[in-house]
C-alpha cells in the first residue's frame, strides 16, 4: 500500500482492530460519530466540511481510506455544509432515499474520485473473514447439508432484488429470511416458531453477501452472539460465505459454537 | 359440472359456503377433522380407508370433488390401511417429507387418477376471489405503488424456490418476507420493527400466490384479521392478486379496510 492509511471510524471493535494491525495508520474521528481509538494519530472531521477532511487527509500524505465500525446516518445541518458538500448535495439526498446500501455506495465513489484508495478491513487485517472450511464443531449431517444447500438458494433468488444476507432453512422449510431487522431479529423469529412447523428438524442458519454487495464497506458478520441466538432457536449450525463475512472475535466465535454443540462452516 | 359434487370439508367457513352455493353437493367428513355441516347430506370417511370413500363416492354418482377448509396433517395409522392406501404408502411418506404442496399435490393426484375431477372453492362459488381493481379505501398513493411494485418484485424473484405468499415493503426497505410461520407472524414482525428502520414509511403488503401453487387446493387468504394486523402494523394497504386471494367474509373484510383507513387493491 504507497502511502498512508486513515480508518474513518465508527462504534465496535473493528475501526481499534485496523488501527493495531496497520502502524502508522491515522483515525478519523467525524464529529457525533461514537469511536475508540487505541492510541493511533486522529484527524478531527465534520461531515459539514468534507472539503476540510480530504485537505486534512492529503496533508498527511494519506493515499488509501478503510471505512470501519457500525455508523449511524448522521444528522447532517446544510446550513454548514462547505463547498464540497453543497456540490454533493444533490447526490446526496437521491442517496439517502435509496437505502444504506446507496448511501455507502456513494461515500466510496467520493473518496474514490477523490483520488483516495478504499479498503475493506479485511484487506488490512489477516483473519477477520474465513477460509473455507469446517471452523467449528462436527461436520454438519446429510438433513443439515440439504438445509444449507436450499438457503444458500434462496438467497441466490433473492439476489437480484437485493434482499437478504441470511436465510434459515429446517427440513426443507424456510424458517425465515432476513429483512432490514437483521439477523438476531431473524433467529427471535425461528426461535419463537411453533415446533410443529419444523417436524423434527432442527436446521441451518446461512449468511452471505449479498451479489453486488460492496464488501469494503457493508460486509455482513457474525459473532459469539449470532451463535448463541442460534442456538437458542435450536439451529444445528451456521454456514458463512468464505472470504465473505466478518467474524467478529474469531476465538469467542468459534469456542462459542463448540460449548452449543453447533458447527460452523465456511463455503 | 357433470355428475355430483362432494366437499372434502376442513375447518372453517369455507366448506359450508361451497356447499350452499351447490344444491345437492355432498359433505365428506373425515374422522378426527374439524368440519361444521350447514346441512348437506353427509359421507362418513377415514384417510386410513381411501378406497372405501372412493366407492362411497361413485355410489352417489358423484364425479367431482372439492377439498375446502383448513385441514391439519393427520395422524395416520398404518396399521388400519386399506390395500389402496398400502399401495398409496410409498408415494404418500415421500410426500410427507416435502412438505404441504408435496402433499396437497399427492391428494389431487391421487383423486384425479381415480377418475375424478378437483375443483377449487373460488371455482365453485362467485365472489370468493376479487376481480382486478381497488376495493376498498382511497387509491394508493406514489410511494405506496412504489412499495407494492417492489413487494411484487421480490415475491417473483422467490418464484423459483417455492417461498414466499406475502411481503411487506415500505419506502422501498423490505421489512419481512412470509416463510412457513403465515402472514399473521408476518404481520406482527413488521408491527414489532424499529420505527426509525422505516424511516417514515408505512408499507404495503403484497400477498398472491406462488408460481406454479395448485389453486385448487391451496390458495392464499385474507379476512378481517389481517386488515386488523396490517392496521396494527402501520402499514397504507394490501395489494392482492386478483383472483388468486380467497377474501375470507369479502363484505366484513372491505368494512374492516375501510373502517382502519387503508386501501385494499387488487391486481
Known amino acids: 500500500m504507497s502511502g498512508g492509511l486513515a480508518v474513518i471510524a465508527g462504534a465496535g471493535a473493528l475501526p481499534g482492530l485496523v488501527l493495531a494491525a496497520n502502524h502508522g495508520a491515522w483515525m478519523v474521528r467525524i464529529e457525533g460519530v461514537e469511536a475508540q481509538n487505541p492510541g493511533a494519530p486522529e484527524i478531527a472531521a465534520r461531515f459539514e466540511d468534507l472539503g476540510g477532511l480530504f485537505d486534512a487527509l492529503r496533508a498527511e500524505g494519506i493515499e488509501t481510506v478503510c471505512l470501519a465500525g457500525a455508523m449511524a446516518r448522521p444528522a447532517l445541518n446544510p446550513m454548514a455544509f462547505d463547498p464540497k458538500m453543497q456540490a454533493l448535495a444533490p447526490r446526496l439526498m437521491a442517496a439517502m432515499k435509496g437505502g444504506d446500501d446507496a448511501l455507502l455506495r456513494l461515500v466510496v465513489a467520493v473518496f474514490e474520485e477523490e483520488g483516495f484508495a478504499v479498503r475493506g478491513a479485511h484487506e488490512l487485517v489477516a483473519g477477520l473473514t474465513a477460509e473455507a472450511g469446517l471452523l ?38 424456510c424458517l425465515g429470511i432476513e429483512t432490514i431487522q437483521g439477523t438476531d431479529a431473524l433467529l427471535a423469529q425461528v426461535a419463537a416458531t411453533d415446533p410443529r412447523l419444523r417436524r423434527g428438524a432442527r436446521g441451518v442458519l446461512v449468511k452471505r453477501p449479498k451479489p453486488g454487495q460492496d464488501l469494503r464497506v457493508d460486509m455482513p ?9 442460534a442456538a437458542e432457536a435450536g439451529i444445528a449450525g451456521v454456514v458463512i460465505a468464505a472470504g465473505g463475512v466478518l467474524l467478529v472475535d474469531r476465538a469467542a466465535t468459534l469456542a462459542a459454537t463448540e460449548a452449543a454443540g453447533l458447527f460452523l462452516l465456511a463455503q
Do not use: F, K, M, Y
Open 136 to 173: 467449528a464443531g462436527s461436520p454438519p449431517d446429510r438433513e443439515a447439508r440439504d438445509d444449507a444447500h436450499r438457503a444458500a438458494a434462496i438467497l441466490a433468488a433473492l439476489g437480484p432484488v437485493d434482499v437478504g444476507q441470511a436465510c434459515v432453512v429446517a427440513g426443507g422449510l
Open 221 to 229: 458478520a457474525i459473532g459469539p452472539d449470532t451463535i448463541a441466538r
